[in-house]
C-alpha cells in the first residue's frame, strides 16, 4: 500500500481533458514539491511535472499540476493516443524515516 | 545529453549479494545526487536509496534498509547499489536515476537510466 494514493485507472477520449489525483499526508505533500512521472509501457518513466506546477524542457504545455494542502493534481488537456501509459506521482517524505514515497500508478486509457 | 547505463544485474539465490553499478556521461556528475528506484514485475514505482552528490549522506527506504548501500565515486562517474541478504521480494528492474536539481541534500528523480534486472530465485 502506498503513502501516496492515485487512482488505478483513468479515462477518456482523444481532445478530452482528465485528470488524475495524488492524495497524501501533511509530511509529504503537504511540505514538499510534488513531481509526476509518465511511463509509456517498456520504458522508463519521464519527468513530467516538477515542483508541483513546473514543466520541464520538452513538456508538452497540455500537461500541468497543481497542489492544494495534501493533495495534488495532473491534469491532460487535448488527450492524444500517446498519452496512454502510467503516471506516477512522488514527493520527499519528512516523517521519521525521511525518503521518496511514490504513488501507486495511474493507468490511463485513450479510449 | 544526459546517460545512465545500468550494469550488473542478473539471478541471485535468495541470501545472496549482487552489486549494481550506473556509468553516468553528460552531465555534471559530482554537482548531482543519485537515486535507485526498482519496479517489480508489472509493479508500481518503489525508490530505493539516495546519496548526495558528495556522498555524505544516504537515504534508504525501509525495505532495504541495512541490507542496501548506495555509493558514489565522483572521480569515475559511478553511482553503485550492494545489495546484500536478497530476498524474493527484491526481484525487480533497478533503475539508476539523477536528481533534478544540483547541489541539492535531497531530491526528486529527473533522468532515468532503461534499468538493470535483478531476479532472485532458488
Known amino acids: 500500500q502506498s503513502v501516496l494514493t492515485q487512482p488505478p485507472s483513468a479515462s477518456g477520449t482523444p481532445g478530452q481533458r482528465v485528470t488524475i489525483s495524488c492524495s497524501g499526508s501533511?509530511?509529504?505533500?503537504?511540505?514538499?514539491?510534488v513531481y509526476w512521472y509518465q511511463q509509456v509501457p517498456g520504458t522508463a518513466p519521464k519527468l513530467l511535472i516538477c515542483?508541483?506546477?513546473q514543466r520541464p524542457s520538452g513538456v508538452p504545455d497540455r500537461f500541468s499540476g497543481s497542489k492544494s494542502g495534501t493533495s495534488a493534481s495532473l491534469a491532460i488537456s487535448g488527450l492524444r493516443s500517446e498519452d496512454e501509459a502510467d503516471y506516477y506521482c512522488?514527493?520527499?517524505?519528512?516523517?521519521?524515516?525521511?525518503?521518496?514515497?511514490f504513488g501507486g500508478g495511474t493507468k490511463l486509457t485513450v479510449l | 545529453q544526459v546517460q545512465l547505463v545500468e550494469s550488473g544485474g542478473g539471478e541471485v539465490q535468495p541470501g545472496g549479494s549482487l552489486r549494481l553499478s550506473c556509468a553516468a556521461s553528460?552531465?555534471?556528475?559530482?554537482?548531482?545526487?543519485m537515486h535507485w528506484v526498482r519496479q517489480a514485475p508489472r509493479k508500481g514505482l518503489e525508490w530505493v536509496a539516495f546519496?548526495?552528490?558528495?556522498?555524505?549522506?544516504?537515504y534508504y527506504a525501509d525495505s532495504v534498509k541495512g541490507r542496501f548501500t548506495i555509493s558514489r565515486d565522483n572521480s569515475k562517474n559511478t553511482v553503485s547499489l550492494q545489495m546484500n541478504s536478497l530476498r524474493a521480494e527484491d526481484t525487480a528492474l533497478y533503475h539508476c536515476?539523477?536528481?533534478?536539481?544540483?547541489?541539492?541534500?535531497?531530491?526528486?528523480?529527473?533522468?532515468w537510466g532503461q534499468g538493470t534486472l535483478v531476479t532472485v530465485s532458488s
Open positions: 501533511s509530511s509529504n505533500i503537504g511540505s514538499n514539491y
Open positions: 553528460g552531465f555534471t556528475f559530482s554537482a548531482f545526487g
Open positions: 536515476a539523477k536528481d533534478f536539481i544540483q547541489w541539492r541534500d535531497y531530491g526528486l528523480v529527473g533522468t
Open positions: 546519496i548526495r552528490f558528495d556522498g555524505s549522506t544516504e
Open positions: 515542483r508541483n506546477n
Open positions: 512522488a514527493v520527499w517524505d519528512d516523517s521519521l524515516s525521511a525518503h521518496v514515497v
